[in-house]
T-cell receptor, first 114, second 109 residues
Framework: GAVVSQHPSRVICKSGTSVKIECRSL??????MFWYRQFPKQSLMLMAT?????????EQGVEKDKFLINHASLTLSTLTVTSAHPEDSSFYIC??????????FGPGTRLTVT | GQNIDQPTEMTATEGAIVQINCTYQ??????LFWYQQHAGEAPTFLSY????GLEEKGRFSSFLSRSKGYSYLLLKELQMKDSASYLC??????????FGTGTRLQVFP
């Protein structure tokens, strides 16, 4: 099956710093990648959709200047949380899809901002 | 607006059968997915329905009625390892996967 990896799996950073999370599709080329955020005991909330080589499309209420998404190749997308604050602490999950196939999820990244 | 409803929590006994319901109202419909998610892990794919009817896959089955905006996930011969959250998700007409709030299932011995 298709494998999606995320790095790092856990990260702790200080308030005001920036954190970059990588999402890679390991054995397929992903035409579209998605970034989700999940708070404890809540479901996944879509943050943005990115297609390789074009700008990401952000969901309403998600600040594009705070959550920078880059999808430079068909196998890599990055999410950078800029000037992180404690309220940004969450579980960030990416998923990747090739054309109209199902989405494959990465293992997630637990971000803690102190 | 987009709305996907599931029960928040359910409990069941090992060896039993449990049905998790999902109702949805979305901007268009391009398929319904069920995912299993253990605490602290990413969701794993369980099933996909795009046409009305029942899809069976081992101990798991999923049913869809598009006219009623309704689906259910049926889990048979429950095992302790089935304790997890079950997420219903609909792909809408903008190609996004919209998730329900998830149902936390606890299986007791």
């Amino acid at each position: 099956g298709a494998v999606v990896s995320q790095h790092p799996s856990r990260v702790i950073c200080k308030s005001g710093t920036s954190v970059k999370i990588e999402c890679r599709s390991l054995d397929f080329q992903a035409t579209t990648m998605f970034w989700y955020r999940q708070f404890p005991k809540q479901s996944l909330m879509l943050m943005a959709t990115s297609n390789e080589g074009s700008k990401a499309t952000y969901e309403q209420g998600v600040e594009k200047d705070k959550f920078l998404i880059n999808h430079a190749s068909l196998t890599l997308s990055t999410l950078t949380v800029t000037s992180a604050h404690p309220e940004d602490s969450s579980f960030y999950i990416c998923s990747a899809r090739r054309f109209w196939e199902e989405q494959y999820f990465g293992p997630g990244t637990r971000l803690t901002v102190t | 607006g987009q709305n996907i409803d599931q029960p928040t929590e359910m409990t069941a006994t090992e060896g039993a059968i449990v049905q998790i319901n999902c109702t949805y109202q979305t901007s268009g419909f391009n398929g319904l997915f069920w995912y299993q998610q253990h605490a602290g892990e990413a969701p794993t794919f369980l099933s996909y329905n795009v046409l009305d009817g029942l899809e069976e896959k081992g101990r798991f089955s999923s049913f869809l009625s598009r006219s009623k905006g309704y689906s259910y996930l049926l889990l048979k011969e429950l095992q302790m390892k089935d304790s997890a959250s079950y997420l219903c998700a609909v792909r809408d007409n903008t190609d996004k996967l919209i998730f329900g709030t998830g149902t936390r299932l606890q299986v007791f011995p």
